[in-house]
């Protein structure tokens, strides 16, 4: 299994096919050469390409990185068996993280590790961690290759607010996030001269605006435009999935929200906590499930505010909170360090 870590299922995504021949390093020798020009099998021709290609890769390329997480229960030599596997096809470790809980007989690693895709292709790899998860009954067994495997195809759910869905398109933008994004999808419309809507008319990013009443929460609509993609973003959306939603949707959703809860809720909960003199202001990312801002967490950060700050000033440091919360959480995901630990915490490599 490759592509990412699914919390809620263990979906995976497939590879980008990759051409290891690069034509421009293969140079005709006339009526003697090797390649060209020489008499012989078609057999000779091919495995002097190879030699060629593999000599040209060598020489100009650089390994490729792979990331590997695992979880299985507790045995004996399971990092042996993780390293024998890389080092057999001529990888090499550059790190290793792993959790074993106490008094429990479960195992957990992270492992990065780099790689000649012609002497170890990205097939066999898959096929390599397929077998050692067999021998330890592992519940996953996780592989992905960022620069040959596709980004997470992924959709963006907002209400009005826009400072977190504005940080996430800037950083999408600079490549600072591994994912394709499908659509945005709001229960707020927007102008069409606003800063946003350019911005996604730019990229050829949809916006979808899908007004929400009593009776209709367009879900069954939502759902259809989600369909094709990997793991969904609440960049601050306003709005309760249903179980229904999440149980057909059945894959991840990540929801970003202030730290505020349950001390202040209702309307303006900033400037509640603001009017009672707090002195610790936090955010929290996590997995979406039907208990509200209930699901396990995937990553929270804090910051101290004073009687100095004005409501202004306070509002702006939960809002930056929140902004780089979701984009570390993203991208925590992408780099398959979050994994399902127990029935509602994680692991966070």
């Not at 995976?12 to 021949?21: E, M, T």
């Not at 001529?90 to 993280?97: A, L, P, R």
């Given at each position: 299994m490759y592509g990412y870590v699914h919390y809620r299922t263990g979906c995976?995504?497939?590879?980008?096919?990759?051409?290891?021949?690069d034509q421009n390093n293969i140079k005709r020798k006339g009526k003697r050469g090797m390649v060209f020009g020489r008499r012989g099998s078609s057999s000779t021709t091919i495995s002097s390409l190879r030699r060629i290609a593999a000599r040209a890769f060598s020489s100009s390329s650089s390994p490729f990185r792979g990331i590997h997480v695992f979880q299985c229960p507790d045995a004996v030599g399971i990092v042996a068996k993780?390293?024998?596997?890389?080092?057999?096809?001529?990888?090499?470790?550059?790190?290793?993280?792993?959790?074993?809980?106490?008094?429990?007989?479960?195992?957990?690693?992270?492992?990065?590790?780099v790689f000649d895709p012609l002497r170890w292709p990205r097939d066999v790899i898959d096929s390599d961690f397929l077998k050692l998860s067999k021998i330890f009954s592992a519940k996953k067994s996780v592989v992905r290759v960022p620069d040959l495997d596709p980004k997470y195809k992924i959709a963006v759910l907002t209400s009005r607010l826009d400072h977190c869905l504005v940080d996430l398109l800037h950083r999408w933008q600079e490549g600072r996030l591994p994912v394709d994004i499908s659509c945005i999808i709001s229960n707020h419309n927007r102008a069409p001269n606003t800063h946003v809507i350019r911005f996604l008319e730019r990229h050829g990013i949809p916006y979808h605006y899908l007004p929400r009443t009593l009776g209709n929460k367009r879900e069954q609509e939502i759902l259809e435009l989600v369909e094709e993609t990997d793991f969904l973003v609440l960049a601050r959306y306003m709005q309760i999935l249903s179980g229904k939603f999440l149980e057909t949707y059945d894959k991840d959703i990540i929801n970003i929200h202030h730290g505020l809860l349950p001390s202040f809720k209702g309307r303006n909960p900033s400037k509640q906590a603001f009017d009672a003199g707090v002195k610790l202001i936090g955010v929290t990312s996590h997995f979406v499930t039907e208990g509200l801002d209930a699901?396990?967490?995937?990553?929270?950060?804090?910051?101290?505010?004073?009687?100095?700050?004005?409501?202004?000033?306070?509002?702006?440091?939960?809002?930056?909170?929140?902004?780089?919360?979701?984009?570390?959480?993203m991208k925590s995901y992408c780099e398959l360090r979050v994994l399902p630990y127990e029935s509602n915490r994680t692991v966070v490599f």
């Open positions: 995976h995504s497939k590879p980008r096919p990759f051409d290891l021949i993780l390293s024998d596997c890389i080092a057999s096809r001529g990888g090499n470790i550059h790190s290793v993280d792993v959790f074993v809980p106490e008094n429990k007989q479960v195992f957990y690693s992270r492992s990065e590790f699901g396990p967490i995937i990553e929270q950060m804090v910051e101290r505010v004073s009687h100095r700050d004005t409501l202004r000033s306070f509002v702006m440091k939960s809002e930056n909170l929140e902004k780089q919360c979701l984009a570390q959480a």
